[in-house]
């Protein structure tokens, strides 16, 4: 992956710095915290944090460095606050299972235990060259940003400011008040933790014909809950999650069975587009008793060629407020 992104020195002072000068970086900020700590909401806080705390501290920003080295600087460390003493966020691959699809008893987990999508318009540039975009969704699918958070919180934000923000070693070392010796060593060990990872493969969303045909066709059959047809377009190793559910399911047969069993009550559902994590994503809404239609779960399509190969459903109302979805549908 590689995300091609200027981070050269700029003569700045501090009294000619404005809020603007801050707030054109919260997009990639929001990036770097989303992948250092895996949740939409608290990459957000710690932007949050991040802005409130530059400006407090404009007196002391001398022009050393750039504004958004420095920027970077209070992001990490607010991050690593954010990171002590906390368990990991996961997938529920990573929980254990798979179950089968008449398993399923509605078990949940904390929301703290999940990792959690974040829509593309918070964290990518709204345009640019295509090869960028496309390595900048690779940094951001669901499998990477799980993938990091078995790393260490130091060497974690140690890769993605090389790896993926492709800063030099010395800026990573400045930044990280550390030696250069020391950041190679921290790169390499979270490579090699990576490696084993195997972290799954699956193609980012992007203008080819052939994917949105493929996912017109996945919307049709959902929405006309013509299971048959949402089966055949699975890939014989596809998974379905659904976070807070401690649940998750493997292959066509299993997602059948739940879809018209314990799954029945997402039938005549309606979808409405979105992107989240370089990937298709869909507001699932299901029939309101009361007229309409009400929000259900936050839908990650993932494929890869020809096939869907994984159906992540983030259920829960804020998932829409974060998405900009509609309340409610009538």
Request: charged share 25%; with cysteine; proline share 5%.
């Amino acid at each position: 992956m590689t995300l091609a992104v200027d981070s050269a020195p700029v003569a700045v002072r501090s009294d000619a710095v404005a809020f603007e000068d801050l707030e054109q970086y919260r997009r990639e900020l929001t990036g770097y915290c989303y992948r250092m700590l895996a949740s939409a909401f608290e990459a957000d806080d710690a932007v949050q944090d991040t802005m409130v705390r530059a400006w407090k501290s404009l007196d002391t920003f001398e022009g050393r460095s750039a504004v958004r080295s420095w920027l970077y600087r209070i992001a990490t460390n607010v991050c690593l606050d954010m990171l002590r003493g906390r368990q990991r966020r996961a997938r529920a691959m990573d929980m254990g299972g798979p179950y089968r699809a008449d398993e399923f008893k509605g078990d949940t987990l904390p929301e703290h235990a999940w990792l959690t999508p974040i829509p593309d318009a918070r964290v990518l540039p709204e345009d640019g060259d295509p090869a960028e975009l496309a390595a900048e969704r690779e940094s951001i699918r669901l499998a990477f940003v799980a993938a990091l958070q078995h790393l260490p919180a130091r060497q974690r934000a140690v890769l993605i400011l090389r790896e993926v923000l492709r800063w030099q070693a010395t800026e990573v070392a400045e930044l990280l008040d550390t030696s250069v010796p020391s950041v190679n060593s921290a790169l390499q060990r979270a490579r090699a933790t990576l490696a084993e990872r195997q972290i799954d493969e699956t193609d980012v969303r992007t203008a080819d014909p052939d994917q949105q045909a493929l996912l017109a066709r996945y919307v049709d059959a959902f929405e006309r809950y013509d299971i048959e047809s949402l089966v055949a377009l699975l890939h014989e190793d596809a998974v379905m999650t659904m976070p807070p559910f401690n649940f998750w399911l493997r292959g066509p047969e299993e997602m059948g069975k739940f879809f018209l069993g314990p799954g029945l009550g997402c039938a005549d559902s309606r979808l409405i587009a979105t992107a989240a994590n370089g990937a298709y994503a869909y507001g699932s809404y299901k029939p309101d008793p009361n007229g309409g239609f009400m929000p259900w779960a936050v839908q990650v399509i993932e494929v890869s060629g020809d096939r869907l190969v994984a159906h992540h459903n983030f259920i829960g109302s804020e998932m829409f407020d974060l998405f900009g979805l509609p309340a409610h549908l009538s």
